[in-house]
């Protein structure tokens, strides 16, 4: 079965790190792949992404400076690492493919093409 398989999320108190990893499973990563997250009550949101190759990135203007995508093809992996975490970060972290990722594209987010996994949990909290 192809899917991506999010992990590495978790409890960490505000200004710590935590790195994601968005792991293909049944077929190759060559898409552009998306993090999005959603907090309780809250919007879907699309956080950063990055293009096939690695050459594109984008992010959320509230992660940017703080956040780091980035893939590994040849494990077929792509992470997210997220640095000086806020409360506000709070939610549950998703990658999915998208249908393109470009640095100046900030529509990028409605574009998914599915691979969507189950997500992880990222808290927040001292």
């Known amino acids: 079965q192809s899917q991506l398989v999010e992990s590495g999320g978790g409890l960490v108190q505000p200004g710590g790190s935590l790195r994601l990893s968005c792991a293909a499973s049944?077929?190759?990563?060559?898409?552009?792949i998306g993090w999005f997250r959603q907090a309780p009550g809250k919007e879907r949101e699309g956080v950063s992404c990055i293009s096939s190759l690695g050459r594109s990135t984008n992010y959320a203007d509230s992660v940017k400076g703080r956040f780091t995508i980035s893939r590994d093809n040849a494990k077929n992996t792509v992470y997210l690492q997220m640095n000086s975490l806020k409360v506000e970060d709070t939610a549950i972290y998703f990658c999915?493919?998208?249908?393109?990722?470009?640095?100046?594209?900030?529509?990028?987010?409605?574009?998914?093409?599915?691979?969507w996994g189950q997500g992880t949990q990222v808290t927040v909290s001292s």
């Open positions: 999915a493919a998208v249908q393109s990722c470009g640095r100046s594209d900030n529509n990028w987010y409605k574009r998914p093409r599915g691979y």
């Open positions: 049944g077929f190759t990563l060559d898409y552009a």
